[in-house]
């Protein structure tokens, strides 16, 4: 009884491969599969695994009070930047924006994503972010850690609403977060918060 229990606990609990799996068809399920095929074995680990879904349902979901459509929210944000689809700096205001959360706590949340599912892949995401997205990502500096990853969108109350990037339940796979965002001309310029990988000691 306790192990059905058990199961039926973790039936809702999806990894950032898997949570819209089923949505997909055809060639954009087929692109799906080839691209996280394609990924530095860390991310793939980190993308399939379901250590990843019990830290965003027992670790995210538990200490930030998430409700189940928040914490399927962040599995796609998580699945996002480890396909490249999402740009580093983005994620605070992605957080804010699709889990309806106040900035301090979806900082929060983003750096505890940064400095602990991330700890052992920064390095595979640093090259990946700055191959795609080039002058956006903010090269380490010599004054900088090289685990310091790429400052965050200012804060959601300096935006103008009508700039504000929209909720959505997931994106195409035609068309990624960083080429829905690029065709509204004024979305906000990075500057304000920096993300810190290094790891905690």
């Known amino acids: 009884m306790d192990e059905l229990n058990q199961r039926n606990n973790t039936e809702s609990y999806k990894t950032p491969y898997n949570i819209d799996l089923r949505r997909m ?23 399939v695994d379901f250590s990843t879904a019990e830290f965003v349902e027992e670790k995210l979901g ?7 459509p928040q914490k399927s929210e962040i599995t796609r944000i998580i699945r996002d930047l480890l396909l490249t689809d999402l740009y580093l700096g983005d994620m605070v205001s992605h957080i804010s924006t699709n889990l ?8 929060n ?18 090259q990946l972010q700055n191959q795609k997205f080039g002058d956006r990502f903010q090269a380490p500096s010599p004054g900088n850690s ?27 796979l035609g068309q990624s977060f960083h080429e829905q965002n690029m065709a509204q001309k004024d979305i906000m310029e990075t500057g ?8 905690s000691r």
């Open 109 to 126: 949340i983003a750096n505890q994503i940064a400095s602990e599912l991330f700890d052992t892949v920064r390095e595979d995401i640093i």
């Open 62 to 68: 538990t200490q930030f009070n998430l409700s189940a």
């Open 100 to 107: 309806q959360l106040d900035l301090p706590t979806a900082t």
């Open 146 to 172: 090289p685990e310091t990853l790429p400052e965050v969108q200012p804060p959601i109350s300096e935006v103008q609403p009508q700039n504000m990037p929209l909720p959505r339940s997931t994106p195409s």
């Open 25 to 47: 068809h055809g060639f954009d399920k087929k692109n799906y599969i080839l691209t996280t095929l394609g990924l530095p074995p860390k991310l793939r680990s980190l993308l």
């Open 192 to 199: 304000g918060n920096v993300l810190d990988l290094r790891s």
